[in-house]
């Protein structure tokens, strides 16, 4: 922690009553805790999926691209109603779908103005990173590519959640560095604890507490190899990564990018495709 780090006393002591309580999420967040309450019935019915999903038209209307999209519609056999979407999806894509698009609600939140362009670049990473951790999942194996997807998704949730919170502290108001500094610092604990209220396996996040450690496994067999191997291919370099990345995990992560290179290449249609999808 450095030395001005004491401005961000005030902000997370703040969170974190709000993450040991009822948390006061932001109410572009509803419609996916709608739907994360649907899905933590173990007996749940399409229909009840449905009608959860149902409540927020942005919902549906992007599951409906998606159920039609190549990637999950190849024979090009389109589907027009809720039921159908649901059940050529399944339930891991209508969480990670609701997810996407409370995240991208508040990317457009006044909250997020200030600092548009970190939450902008930021949800761009997130959506190429869940395309590539898709791509890897499924054609190595071992862990299901809509998990590895969702986890790529999420990965930054704790990102936006600071900075919607900080726009109510003075303190962040045009000063970049003090924001990049709490970024950097707490981004990936408070994903971890928002991910764990909003009831995702604690593989996913784990993943997402675990991002940044250096993966010394020369095949991903897990989700958070996954998730690392996805942001080390991914091609955008965030703000508040530029200093944290050292000589020997640059050196790893160039090696990775050369090593996956060509599987990359053959997906390139797949991950445009998902992007396009999962973006608003």
């Given at each position: 922690m450095s030395s001005g780090s004491?401005?961000?006393?005030?902000?997370?002591?703040?969170?974190?009553?709000?993450?040991?309580?009822?948390?006061?999420?932001p109410t572009c967040l509803d419609a996916a805790i709608l739907v994360r309450n649907a899905l933590k019935d173990p007996f749940a019915s399409t229909e009840q999926v449905v009608q959860a999903i149902s409540v927020e038209p942005l919902i549906s209307s992007k599951l409906l691209r998606l159920a039609n999209s190549v990637v999950y519609n190849p024979s090009g056999d389109e589907v027009s109603n809720l039921n159908a979407v649901v059940k050529r999806l399944g339930f891991d894509i209508v969480r990670t779908t609701s997810l996407a698009v409370a995240m991208d609600q508040m990317l457009r939140s006044r909250n997020l103005a200030a600092y548009d362009h970190i939450s902008r670049q930021t949800w761009e990473h997130s959506l190429q990173v869940a395309a590539i951790a898709r791509v890897l999942a499924r054609n190595l194996g071992r862990v299901q590519p809509e998990n590895a997807m969702l986890t790529g998704l999420v990965h930054n949730i704790g990102i936006f959640y600071l900075l919607f919170r900080a726009a109510e502290y003075p303190e962040?108001?045009?000063?970049?560095?003090?924001?990049?500094?709490?970024?950097?610092?707490?981004?990936?604990?408070?994903?971890?604890?928002?991910?764990?209220?909003?009831?995702?396996?604690?593989?996913?996040?784990?993943?997402?507490?675990?991002?940044?450690?250096?993966?010394?496994?020369?095949?991903?067999?897990?989700?958070?190899?996954?998730?690392?191997?996805?942001?080390?291919?991914?091609?955008?370099?965030?703000?508040w990564q530029r200093n944290l990345v050292?000589?020997?995990e640059e050196a790893r992560r160039e090696a990775d990018r050369v090593r996956y290179a060509d599987l990359l290449k053959s997906a390139e249609e797949d991950i445009i495709e998902l992007r396009g999808a999962l973006s608003a």
């Open positions: 004491s401005i961000h006393f005030r902000i997370l002591e703040d969170i974190a009553r709000d993450l040991s309580g009822d948390i006061n999420f962040y108001r045009n000063n970049e560095p003090a924001m990049i500094e709490l970024l950097a610092g707490w981004h990936e604990g408070i994903g971890e604890s928002l991910l764990h209220i909003l009831g995702l396996p604690a593989a996913i996040t784990d993943a997402v507490r675990d991002q940044s450690h250096l993966s010394r496994v020369e095949k991903p067999c897990t989700i958070s190899d996954i998730l690392y191997f996805a942001i080390a291919l991914s091609d955008n370099s965030l703000p050292d000589a020997e």
